[in-house]
């Protein structure tokens, strides 16, 4: 998945988020919240995406300034997503986690009111970044920054395109554990 316009990385943050409430709604409750011995739960990682899509919300409806002062401007070319992809995993393989986007462990409880909140709440900051979107020019995706907490700036492009990559990523480690059934 690499879109590349903002219609694009819009059009794909919503069918993402729809397939992923779909996916996270269908694990049963009770092994929503269970924590594997190794890792986060269903739960932890609806959380942490979460944390992580509402942190890059606050630099999106930063002023545009106020990002330009901080941040500064990127001078070269975003990179792609596959490009993104490697540099997350070898930092991962280097020993880079979550810090303070790790989700704060709740137990091994819930019930679905609580699931359903907590991925609707995902959902939502999911739709709120695709609107963001909107407040920036092509040109200004390319150009204005972020700072991603193991990657280091970004291009606003390339940290919404990363998170397309990060949904999946997480994701893709519940569904092998579900396969496994842990």
């Known amino acids: 998945m690499d879109p590349k316009t903002k ?3 819009a059009s794909a ?19 929503f919240f269970v924590r594997p011995a190794k890792g986060w739960s269903a739960a932890g990682n ?3 995406l979460k944390k992580a899509a509402q942190g ?3 630099g999106m409806y930063t002023p545009k300034g106020i990002i330009r002062v901080i941040f500064g401007k ?4 975003p990179r792609t997503a596959v490009q993104l992809k490697e540099l997350y995993l070898r930092k991962l393989g280097q020993g880079a986690g979550a810090g303070l986007f790790s989700p704060v462990n709740k137990g091994g409880s819930g019930n679905a009111l609580k699931k359903a909140k907590l991925i609707e709440s995902f959902s939502r900051a999911t739709e709120s970044l695709a609107k ?3 407040r920036f020019s092509e040109e200004e995706l390319d150009q204005l920054r972020l700072p ?9 492009r390339e940290m919404i395109n990363f ?4 949904n999946e990523h997480h994701t893709g480690i519940v569904r092998e554990r579900m396969k496994k059934g842990n």
Not at 148 to 156: K, Q, R, S, T, V
Not at 163 to 166: C, T
């Open 7 to 9: 219609q694009e990385i």
């Open 13 to 31: 943050m919503r069918t993402q988020a729809s397939q992923l409430k779909e996916f996270y709604s269908s694990i049963p409750d009770n092994v």
């Open 46 to 48: 609806v959380r942490h």
């Open 56 to 58: 890059v919300l606050v």
């Open 74 to 77: 990127s001078k070269k070319p």
């Open 132 to 134: 963001s979107l909107d």
């Open 148 to 156: 991603h907490p193991i990657l280091g700036m970004l291009a606003i």
């Open 163 to 166: 998170g397309l990559f990060h």
